[in-house]
Every structure is written in C-alpha cells, then in structure tokens.
C-alpha cells in the first residue's frame, strides 16, 4: 500500500499546578483557542476543547508524525509559556506534570465531544480528582495515588 493512514483520537485531560482554579472566565476562552492552535501546529486535528477553571479536557485526532510524549510536552509547555508571557494568570502559571490520555474509539467521538462540553454539570456534583479517579479506573489504568497529584 503506497499511502500510510491514520486514525487515532485521544482523550486528554491535565489540570492546572495544585488544582489552582487560575483558568477563569475572562482568559477561557483565550487558553483554548491557543491550546487549539498548538494542537494544529503538532498535526493533530482539534476536535473539541474544554474544562475548568482548574483543568482542561481535549479531544483531538492524533498527529501521525509526532510522539504522545512530544506532543503533551509543547502542548503543556507552548501553553504555559504563553500564558505567563501574556500575564493572564496573577503570578506563575503552571500545568501540573502528568497527564491523562484516553484512547477513543471513532464511533465514540460523539459522546466524549458531549462530555468535554458539558464540563460545568459534571462538576457540579464531581471533583477533577473523582472525575480523574473514574477514568483510571474506567481506562483500568494502573496508579499509586502519591504520584497522580501535584
């Protein structure tokens, strides 16, 4: 086959340093869309993007040229740099270390793209922390609470 495909989608999910709830309402809507950018400038496809003042979800179609690893790490750092040259945060804006990535089925893009922006409701009744806790678990990701929070 002279052509090499790809279709991968990834469920994403960090949060800020310490849960510190420092996305809020007057810079959301600049965080995501540089995060989106970021996203692009990777290869990846930008599929929907939300969160929390204290977190973010995304739900992309992976780069095919470019490393899980790689990609978190100029999505995470891109972003927080930014962040702190243009000052939208009061002090030094960090995201915590880890992140989660979710693989997703194609047929269920849908249901997660629901889920990312229905973000407000699920947290009127659930942590970031339960609401990470549940995807471990749901994922049967194996973890030593010590080291999923920073």
Same mark, same amino acid.
């Given at each position: 086959m002279p052509q090499s495909l790809h279709s991968n989608f990834a469920h994403i999910i960090f949060s800020t =340093?310490?849960? *510190?709830?420092?996305?809020?309402e007057d810079v959301t809507d600049r965080v995501h869309a540089y995060l989106t950018g970021i996203v692009k400038d990777q290869g990846a496809v930008p599929v929907s993007v939300n969160g929390m003042p204290d977190h973010v979800h995304l739900l992309i179609k992976t780069s095919k040229n470019v490393a899980d690893a790689k990609f978190m790490k100029?999505? =995470?750092?891109?972003s927080s740099t930014w962040v702190n040259e243009e000052s939208l945060v009061q002090g030094k804006f960090q995201w915590q270390a880890g992140y989660g990535w979710f693989s997703v089925s194609p047929k269920d893009t849908d249901a997660v793209v629901a889920y990312i922006q229905n973000q407000a409701e699920h947290h009127k009744v659930l942590s970031f922390q339960d609401e990470f806790r549940r995807f471990l678990k749901t994922y049967q990701v194996?973890?030593? *609470?010590?080291y999923v929070w920073d």
């Open positions: =340093k310490n849960r *510190e709830p420092l996305i809020t100029d999505l =995470k750092g891109g194996e973890y030593d *609470e010590r």
